[in-house]
């Protein structure tokens, strides 16, 4: 009796040489991205951050937004003052400067292309409904003319964007809702607090006496 040859999976000593099965390759298997970074889209308008009306603006309770929807947000608000987040409800007061001066999110700024690293001045109108570059941010160079970097940079970039006009009621509903945060503000105050209530009591001292006075008034 013949010895049975030996079996191999991967040869087959009865076959051709030129027949051999292929050698199977394993795919080099690449880790996945790094998705720890932070998100580079507002999260309103899924627009990409950029460093001039699109720079990415962090809100009190860490969510961030660009400015043109933050501007567009504040223009329809009842409340100029403040900021209300859409995400979680938080409400953000505005600098003293108005809203381009709210703390922009250098994490995210860091992840822009370098020539977006440097974010450019802008100014809020809220009136008009404009978002406006300041042409101060052009810094002059050595013979007094403005830079040549800064004015390339900002050569396909609108110096002027229009984020609508407040409507006649929340134009109202601001003026209205700030007197009275105005006057709670003054209320607050220990010497207005004394203030008032002096004269609340020389008040009514003042009616007591007139009511005394006509009950105790002879009758002709």
Known sequence: MLPLPAFSPTSNPYAPADLQPP?????????????????LECAI????????FRCPKMLNCKHTF????LARMNIKSVEPSAIQCPLCRGLT????????KLATDSD?????????????????????GKLQVKRSSDRPGRSGRPGRRS????RSVNR???????????????????????????TGRPVCRAFLLTLVVMMMVVLTGIIIYFFTKPKN
């Open 23 to 39: 050698q199977l390759s394993v795919p080099d298997l690449q880790p996945p991205p790094d998705e720890s970074g932070p998100d």
């Open 45 to 52: 308008c899924f627009s990409e951050f950029n460093n001039v």
């Open 66 to 69: 660009c400015l043109e929807c």
């Open 93 to 100: 007061p505005l600098p003293p400067l108005g809203l381009p």
């Open 108 to 128: 995210v700024l860091s992840y822009l292309p370098a020539a977006m690293q440097r974010v450019y001045s802008i100014r809020f109108i809220r009136n008009k």
């Open 151 to 154: 004015m390339t940079s900002l």
């Open 160 to 186: 002027t964007l229009d984020v609508g006009r407040p409507s006649s009621s929340s134009r109202d509903g601001g003026e209205a809702t700030g007197g009275v945060g105005a006057l709670f503000r003054l």
